[in-house]
């Protein structure tokens, strides 16, 4: 099983900042088989990349995936309210497909 | 639009069964697999299992191997979860998904909760 581990665990920063949240794999991640998701307290986690640099439909272009083999980095490039959550990263190229243990963004 | 809506959960004595169903709409049902996926109070996401478009192919965390039952009526759109010899590490709350691959749509989940 591909172990994906998240770092930081929790990231401080203020609206108009740039996040970079990053995702390591145990091993290589077949095909860039990897997914980045957001949830909020009391919410489904929400789709935000695949294939580790393809974004889903309806998420603003502040937000970028990229990455290959073991290292992955989600980045957020201008934090708004909204964006303070936690971001899971999942990777689906190796069964059983795994997730990290999760980002939580909050507001310094 | 996609909507999914889980329903089913509840209080379960430890031993005891639920079955979890998840209700489709706003897309053709029989072309995507489905999965189930869960959330621990308070804690990350974990893979529960998935089902291919016509019943196969079928997998199972090794969690709930031998336990729970993934199965689908695609002239219902419908997924089912089918949860047996329950256990206090079970209590989660249980998400449906489109996908196996990457997870596009999710319900809102329907929490389990194993107590004596």
């Known amino acids: 099983e591909i172990v994906l581990t998240q770092s930081p665990g929790t990231l401080s920063l203020s609206p108009g900042e740039r996040a970079t949240l990053s995702c390591r794999a145990s091993?290589?991640?077949?095909?860039?088989?990897l997914a980045w998701y957001q949830q909020k307290p009391g919410q489904a986690p929400r789709l935000l990349y695949y294939?580790?640099?393809s974004r889903a439909t309806g998420i603003p272009d502040r937000f970028s995936g990229s990455g290959s083999g073991t290292d992955f980095t989600l980045t957020i490039s201008r934090l708004e309210p909204e964006d303070f959550a936690v971001y899971y990263c999942?990777?689906?190229?190796?069964?059983?497909?795994?997730f990290g243990q999760g980002t939580k963004l909050e507001i310094k | 639009q996609v909507q999914l809506v889980e329903s089913g959960g509840g209080l379960v004595k430890p031993g005891g069964s639920l079955r979890l169903s998840c209700a489709a709409s706003?897309?053709?049902?029989?072309?995507?697999?489905m999965s189930w996926i869960r959330q621990a109070p308070g804690k990350g996401l974990e893979w529960v299992s998935y089902?291919?478009?016509?019943?196969?192919?079928?997998y199972y965390a090794d969690s709930v191997k031998g336990r729970f039952t993934i199965s689908r009526d695609n002239a219902k759109n419908s997924l089912f979860l089918q949860m047996n010899s329950l256990r206090a590490e079970d209590t989660a709350i249980y998400f449906c998904?489109?996908?196996?691959?990457?997870?596009?749509?999710w319900g809102q989940g329907t929490l389990v909760t194993v107590s004596s």
């Open positions: 089902i291919g478009t016509s019943g196969s192919p079928i």
């Open positions: 091993q290589s991640v077949s095909s860039s088989s």
């Open positions: 706003g897309f053709t049902f029989s072309d995507y697999y």
């Open positions: 999942q990777q689906y190229g190796s069964s059983p497909g795994t």
């Open positions: 294939g580790a640099s």
């Open positions: 998904a489109r996908g196996h691959w990457q997870l596009e749509c």
